[in-house]
Nanobody
Framework: QLVESGGGLVQTGGSLRLSCAAS????????MNWFRQYPGKERLFVAAITGGGGTTYYIDSVKGRFTISRDNANNTVYLQMNSLKPEDTAVYYC????????????????WGQGTQVTVSS
């Protein structure tokens, strides 16, 4: 089970940190991913981190602004979002995958319920 938190309303240029808490004892065996979804659209990949946390990957539009990290001792993955823009407004989901390097929604086994991020202009 994955449970996201940390979404909210922020002004352009502001910051938010999303958290995703996982249950279970095999958290470190999963690559963790963040997706976002605009109204009426499919979920889009945003960022990923390997099970051990040593490798990360981002889409170009968030590079240098977002940072994904994880704390395997506490079964939590984070998405630090800085310099937020109105186009970052979406529902953000965390997801768990057994495979690294495949970033489509169907490559993930477990999903959180989503958390709304709204960036006002």
């Amino acid at each position: 089970q994955l449970v996201e938190s940390g979404g909210g309303l922020v002004q352009t240029g502001g910051s938010l940190r999303l958290s995703c808490a996982a249950s279970g004892r095999t958290f470190s065996s999963y690559a963790m991913n963040w997706f976002r979804q605009y109204p009426g659209k499919e979920r889009l990949f945003v960022a990923a981190i390997t099970g051990g946390g040593g490798t990360t990957y981002y889409i170009d539009s968030v590079k240098g602004r977002f940072t994904i990290s994880r704390d395997n001792a506490n079964n939590t993955v984070y998405l630090q979002m800085n310099s937020l823009k109105p186009e970052d407004t979406a529902v953000y989901y965390c997801a768990a995958s057994r495979r690294w390097g495949r970033f489509g929604p169907s490559d993930n086994i477990y999903w959180g319920q989503g958390t709304q991020v709204t960036v006002s202009s």
